[in-house]
């Protein structure tokens, strides 16, 4: 069955606790943060951020751009990989890796560009890492016909130059971070001028950038309600393929940078849950890098978003806003924060979260390549680290579960990654 979701689901109303609201640093009376939030989105991705409605219908001119870049993309099952391993286990991914971008994140790009655009925004401002939510902005912009400004952590900007390409061929301006043009930026290069930047930092630079230009507004490709809300159409699409083939999710699995594409993979079957009793017995699980343990080492506690405190303080899992994760290949994942829905999941015991070393998901990866054929992005290879460890537990015990992963993006632009560890 070939059919588009008609509306987002948002999780808010379900959950087993309310969700702690945005608020301002207590000991600081100069400006409140949450004023400026209409000054940083369009008006009605700030609806949907804190609204109670549990679906939200999609407008067609966002559907016909879901149809126009491949959606609903198809769930396939990891044969080879199921032989290879040994297991009695059903292992299935969703293909979010095919997208004009390779990633999920155009999900959400192509909704905030065209409630830009629907508002007359002249321009988008962002951050990225990776470059998978940079590259998915670029181009949702040129399809939208709005500029784009992409600030790019400085370590990414040198060691993946072909998103950076990608971006600029979309027609973004592209800007290692931190960079010259904000008063964060020049502060953090005087400070040191080989800086790897962080997405923290390059939040606060595209802030700190649509602050100043009346004509601009901020996207935003991770964390925030209404990102996660767009990225629903992933497992909404898994559900009801799920139910053609007969198939309950025995373990669902994505990786975590900010939380979008497993929190979208995942909240139309935890919401059936908390509802109605359903999936009673599917265990999530969230994969991070070791390099940024926010979920499993961090703290659950209200901390800003950005480095430079810019944004209104969220209660989430972190590590803290000054953090400086090492320049680690996955960078997707690099964020200092989890989502707050996300981390309130976390938190009640209905998400579990791990975490590996890139060495041990660079491994995973050669292995999925091998043997379906399709290179996983290093985000993307948590996930598939974490489907082989369930695999092989199953294989041990005999369990004859079905497992479900969300293959988040391909590595196809991060091939010098694989090179530069001997992966091959």
């Known amino acids: 069955m070939n059919i588009l979701p ?8 379900d959950l087993p606790k309310p969700l702690p609201p945005p608020r301002d640093p207590e000991d600081d009376y100069i400006f409140s943060r949450i004023e400026l939030l209409p000054k940083l989105f369009p008006s009605e991705l700030l609806d949907q951020e804190f609204t109670a409605e549990r679906y939200i219908q999609i407008p067609g001119e966002v559907l016909d751009a879901y149809r ?5 993309t198809p769930l396939v099952r990891a044969v080879n990989l199921e032989r290879l391993l040994n297991t009695p286990a059903r292992i ?4 979010e890796d095919l997208s004009p971008t390779g990633s999920h994140k155009i999900n959400t790009a192509l909704a905030q ?12 401002t962002t951050e990225t890492s990776a470059g998978q939510w940079g590259s998915a902005l670029a181009c949702a912009c040129a399809m939208f016909d709005i500029r784009c400004l992409v600030f790019m952590t400085r370590s990414s900007y040198i060691r993946k130059p072909y998103r950076r390409i990608l971006m600029k061929l979309y027609g973004a301006d592209v800007v290692p971070s931190p960079s010259d043009r904000t008063e964060i930026g020049r502060r953090l290069l005087m400070e040191n001028q080989e800086h790897p930047g962080s997405l923290g930092i ?12 009346g004509s601009a507004k901020y996207a935003v490709g991770s964390v925030m309600n209404f990102v996660l809300l767009h990225q629903t159409v992933i497992g909404l699409e898994t559900m009801r393929q799920l139910e053609e083939i007969g198939e309950i999710p025995d373990v669902m699995i994505g990786c975590v940078g900010g939380g979008s594409n497993f929190s979208g993979f995942i909240f139309p079957f935890i919401g059936n849950r908390l509802k109605d009793g359903d999936f009673k017995n599917t265990e999530f699980i969230a994969v991070e890098s070791k390099a940024s343990p926010k979920m499993t080492e961090g703290s659950y506690i209200y901390e800003h978003g950005d480095t430079a405190g810019y944004l209104p ?9 000054s953090y400086v994760p090492p320049p680690i290949h996955a960078a997707g994942l690099r964020y200092h924060a989890a989502a707050p829905i996300l981390s309130l999941l976390i938190k009640e015991g209905l998400v579990k979260a791990v975490a590996y070393t890139q060495e041990e998901v660079l491994e995973a990866a050669r292995v999925f390549a091998r043997v379906e054929g399709i290179v996983p992005a290093p985000e993307t290879a948590h996930a598939v680290k974490q489907a082989i460890v369930e695999a092989e537990h199953c294989r041990r015990r005999n369990l004859k579960k079905t497992i479900i992963l969300c293959f988040s ?3 196809l632009l991060d091939l010098s990654v694989f090179e530069e560890y001997g992966t091959y």
């Open 6 to 13: 008609s509306h987002w689901y948002n999780i808010v109303p």
């Open 68 to 72: 126009r870049i491949g959606r609903p």
């Open 92 to 95: 299935y991914f969703k293909r």
């Open 113 to 124: 560009a065209y409630y830009a655009k629907k508002e007359g925004v002249q321009m988008l």
């Open 202 to 213: 390059a939040i606060s630079e595209a802030v700190e950038t649509c602050m100043k230009d």
């Open 313 to 321: 303080m969220l209660k989430m899992y972190t590590v803290g806003r």
């Open 409 to 411: 993006g391909h590595g």
